[in-house]
């Protein structure tokens, strides 16, 4: 199986700071990385797919980047609306597997 | 638009079996899409089950395949999850999801919370 790990796995920030999560997976995936925000009660949304590719309706504060093993993604200025927790994951090969989440909360 | 919705009991008894049911709607169940089950524990990260593609081919987790069943009825545009043997560590919510083109997770159902408790 193809370990996905994610740092940090939670963090402070202010409205209005930049963020960036990074994804590592235990062999290269090429490009086959998803980004997805996930709020309590509410379904995983995606976000990014194929590690840089924008999810229409998706706002462009939003970017991802990487290839191989190592994949950011980067929130340009922090909304509100942003305070959520951030997962990885990857569909170069079943089984498929997500990263263990990092959740950005409110300094 | 493309709507999935998850159904079934919220209460399983230990040892018993988990069945769940994800409608599709929006979009044919027979185009070229994995249909997925996910979930996730009270407090944990998000766990891939199975999936399964309109011809009936599936993928499953191998911690947990030799308990797993994912069907589809075409017919009724739906398909399906069973998990046996189950115990609390079970306990979960569950989410179907369409895997587009074999890529991505985009979307989802809204999530069903099944409690395994006697």
């Known amino acids: 199986d193809i370990q996905m790990t994610q740092s940090p796995s939670s963090l402070s920030a202010s409205v209005g700071d930049r963020v960036t999560i990074t994804c590592r997976a235990s062999?290269?995936?090429?490009?086959?990385l998803n980004w997805y925000q996930k709020k309590p009660g509410k379904a995983p949304n995606l976000l990014i797919y194929t590690a840089s590719s924008l999810q229409s309706g998706v706002p462009s504060r939003f970017t991802g980047s990487g290839s191989g093993t190592y994949f950011t993604l980067t929130i340009s200025s922090l909304q509100p609306e942003d305070f959520a927790t951030y997962y990885c994951?990857?569909?170069?090969?079943?089984?498929?597997?997500f990263g263990g989440g990092t959740k950005v909360e409110i300094k | 638009q493309v709507q999935l919705q998850e159904s079934g009991p919220g209460l399983v008894m230990p040892s018993g079996t988990l069945s769940l049911t994800c409608a599709v709607s929006g979009v044919s169940i027979s185009s070229s899409n994995w249909w997925s089950w996910v979930r996730q524990p009270p407090g944990k990260g998000l766990e891939w089950i199975g999936e399964?593609?309109?011809?009936?081919?599936?993928n499953y987790n191998p911690s947990l395949k030799s308990r797993v069943t994912i069907s589809i009825d075409k017919s009724k545009k739906q398909f399906s999850l069973k998990l046996s043997s189950v115990t609390a560590a079970d306990t979960a919510v569950y989410y179907c999801a369409r895997r587009e083109f074999g890529v991505n997770f985009d979307y989802w159902g809204q999530g069903t919370l099944v409690t395994v408790s006697s």
């Open positions: 062999q290269s995936i090429n490009n086959y």
């Open positions: 994951q990857q569909s170069y090969s079943t089984p498929l597997t």
């Open positions: 399964i593609y309109h011809s009936g081919n599936t």
